[in-house]
């Protein structure tokens, strides 16, 4: 019995620039819903600034990791 392809065999791959676009579209999006979350009492400054703490960590850890991918396809073309 043969079984469908998995979303992740299939689908298109997602390069670290992706990635970085939209954590920062999401980022932009967290704020303007938090602003108003806090203002309407539905969620706390504390939760808020949590959250985007976390959101903000996640694209310096993708902005890292395409640093370090330049440096490393750089080093490889170096390399005799």
């Given at each position: 019995?043969?079984?469908e392809?998995?979303?992740l065999e299939t689908a298109m791959p997602v390069t670290?620039?992706?990635q970085i676009a939209?954590?920062?579209r999401e980022l932009a999006l967290r704020r303007n819903v938090y602003?108003?979350?806090v203002l309407d009492k539905k969620m706390t400054q504390e939760v808020a600034d949590r959250e985007?703490?976390?959101m903000e960590a996640?694209?310096?850890t993708l902005t890292a990791?395409?640093?370090f991918k330049a440096e490393f396809e750089a080093a490889v073309r170096a390399k005799p």
């Open positions: 019995m043969q079984t392809p998995t979303h670290l620039d992706d939209c954590v920062r602003k108003r979350r985007l703490t976390h996640v694209l310096e990791c395409l640093a």
